[in-house]
């Protein structure tokens, strides 16, 4: 491999990485990214590996000696950081530690906010504080939902400064961070991931710990969750994405959530893992930052993203559109109790591209039309047998 370089120039020499949660959907991109395009090596650390199978037993290659160019740089350590010792040996082997581990679907955080919130707080200390004590470089994984709602939700319906984008923009170092009432369990994510930003964030003004914090903004793409009962629980309620997608493989109407009004932002997974790897690789560049990834061209509501991934999925299936694509279902039929939205995330995207000169390329339809292929090619022969198999009596 040729002499990569950073973003000013030095030579990138190879690392060690000890990446937490790397069995998820962002870690089997960022694992994939790391293997086909570094020399680094890549300490997996997960409960599962199934998104990781194709990097860990790969099937042999019959050029170079039926070795692949990762070969001996991925190893994977099956352990849950909640009560492993060993934790501590890997992060001290490591140049860099990527924490990516957590409860991070919505359908949980009103309904195991216990869990959720141990999970992304209790859980996340012990790798903050090996980090700092052992002066290693973290990034850690938080979430655009530290941000809450915007403060244009709270104006009037009718105000000309919900057009106004200082009441909307999410900016890292300059927005609040506005959450509903405690009895609205939805918040338990994001107040948690809050709260280890700042502790982290005080790691490094008092103990000088060199840390990224990474704000996603719904990065999507293939591997993302799970299609209920086909690889993962029946009754099981995955992000967005696969949500939808589950529908669309099994012919039912696509399920808006209190009218299908809140907008967000879609990036598409390979665009945002360019923005992880600069950040890896530019330290000088990333360290003591907090970074906004997402793609503010890609707004759309939650109805308006039903609808084009019912046209995507026409499309790359060949099979014709629902006549009635979409039903409204409330929130708290399809959530539970204490379940609230964030209604707008349009990220600023000022600070990742001074530091990083990072800019997401891939419009909302394209990143559809390429996932939807996936989700097709890789579930729509299960679910037809799944749909035929008689229920057990
Ligand atoms: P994911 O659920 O696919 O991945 C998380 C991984 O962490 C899973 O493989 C899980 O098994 C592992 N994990 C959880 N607890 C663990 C434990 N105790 N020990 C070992 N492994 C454990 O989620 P993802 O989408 O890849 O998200 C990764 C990170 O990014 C999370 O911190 C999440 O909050 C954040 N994030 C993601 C998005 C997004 O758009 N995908 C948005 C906002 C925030
Ligand atoms: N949503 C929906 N139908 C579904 C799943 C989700 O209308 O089947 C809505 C949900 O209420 C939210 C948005 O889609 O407004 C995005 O949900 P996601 O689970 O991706 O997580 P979020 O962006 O809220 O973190």
Redesign the pocket.
């Known amino acids: 491999m040729a002499t990569r370089v950073d973003l000013d120039g030095n030579p990138i020499m190879p690392m060690t990485i000890c990446m937490?949660?790397a069995?998820?959907?962002?870690?089997s991109h960022l694992c994939e990214k790391l293997m086909a395009e570094t020399p680094h090596t890549v300490l997996a650390?997960?409960?599962?590996n199934d998104k990781i199978k194709h990097l860990l037993d790969p099937p042999p290659l019959e050029q170079h000696g039926g070795r692949h160019p990762w070969d001996g740089r991925i190893q994977f350590h099956r352990?849950?950081?909640?009560n492993d010792s060993r934790l501590e040996g890997l992060i001290k082997m490591s140049d860099l530690t990527i924490n990516?581990?957590?409860?991070?679907t919505p359908a949980d955080y009103n309904t195991r906010p216990l869990d959720t919130i141990y999970?992304n707080f209790i859980?996340a200390l012990p790798v903050v504080k090996y980090c700092s004590e052992n002066g290693k470089r973290l990034i850690h994984?938080s979430?655009?939902?530290v941000y809450g709602k915007t403060i244009g939700s709270f104006l009037p319906k009718d105000s000309p400064l919900r057009q106004d984008p200082n009441f909307y923009v999410l900016k890292e170092d300059a927005s609040p961070c506005i959450f509903g009432p405690i009895e609205k369990q939805r918040w338990s994510y994001a107040c948690a991931k809050q709260l280890i930003e700042r502790l982290i964030y005080a790691e490094g003004a008092e103990n000088g710990l060199e840390f990224t914090i990474v704000r996603?903004f719904?990065?999507?793409g293939p591997r993302?969750?799970f299609i209920p009962g086909i690889d993962g629980p029946s009754e099981g309620v995955p992000r967005v994405l696969a949500c939808f997608s589950n529908n669309l493989l099994r012919g039912e109407p696509l399920k808006l959530v209190d009218g299908g009004q809140s907008q967000r932002t879609f990036v598409y997974i390979k665009d945002a893992i360019e923005a992880v790897l600069l950040m890896i690789e530019n330290p000088n560049r990333a360290n003591g930052q907090i970074f906004n990834v997402g793609n503010p061209n890609n707004e759309v509501t939650v109805r308006q993203l039903a609808e084009m991934m019912t046209q995507v999925y026409a499309k790359v299936s060949g099979e014709p559109a629902l006549v009635q694509p979409t039903i409204d279902v409330s929130s708290k039929e399809f959530y539970g109790e204490g379940y609230d939205d964030s209604d707008k995330r349009i990220p600023d995207m000022t600070i990742i591209n001074k530091q990083l000169g990072w800019n997401p390329k891939t419009p909302l339809w394209d990143l559809l039309e390429s996932t939807l292929t996936y989700q097709h090619r890789t579930y729509a022969e299960a679910i037809k047998r799944a749909i035929a198999k008689p229920v057990a009596s």
């Open positions: 937490i949660g069995g998820g959907f962002i870690g650390v997960d409960v599962y352990l849950n950081i909640k990516l581990a957590a409860i991070c999970s859980d994984f979430t655009c939902e996603p719904n990065w999507i993302m969750d």
